[in-house]
């Protein structure tokens, strides 16, 4: 299973941007579960949203209300819409699929089988 984010960049406090992870490759069971994390320098990658098949969803309470994550299944993508964004949303963003089916739509488990590169978002003030 292949993932490749996008839709990172630079954006001021207070705006919206919309990242992608475009799945492919694995198998159907490989992107039952998914979820978006981030990491800055020197600091543990923290969940942020995590997604299953059924559309069930959590969020790391610093996110909630702000950010959205959903899954379009007729192309395997998958988004995080994040509104209201702060400096401290500041990280790399990873797109992560396939973690056991014991931590499906977890935010707090981060052994995903599979990881795409990142896509970086700066939020400045």
């Known amino acids: 299973l292949q993932l490749v984010e996008s839709g990172g960049g630079p954006v001021q406090a207070g705006g919206s941007l919309r990242l992608s992870c475009a799945a492919s490759g694995g198998d159907r069971y490989s992107t039952y579960c998914m979820a978006w994390f981030r990491q800055v320098p020197e600091k543990e990658r923290e969940g942020v949203a995590a997604i299953d098949s059924d559309g069930n969803t959590n969020y790391a309470d610093s996110v909630k209300g702000r950010f959205t994550i959903s899954q379009d299944s007729t192309d395997n993508t998958l988004y995080l819409q994040m509104n209201s964004l702060k400096p401290e949303d500041t990280a790399m963003y990873y797109c992560?699929?396939?973690?056991?089916?014991?931590?499906?739509?977890?935010?707090?488990?981060?052994?995903?089988?599979?990881w795409g590169q990142g896509t970086q978002v700066t939020v400045s003030s």
């Open positions: 992560a699929a396939d973690p056991p089916l014991t931590f499906c739509s977890s935010v707090t488990y981060n052994g995903y089988n599979f």
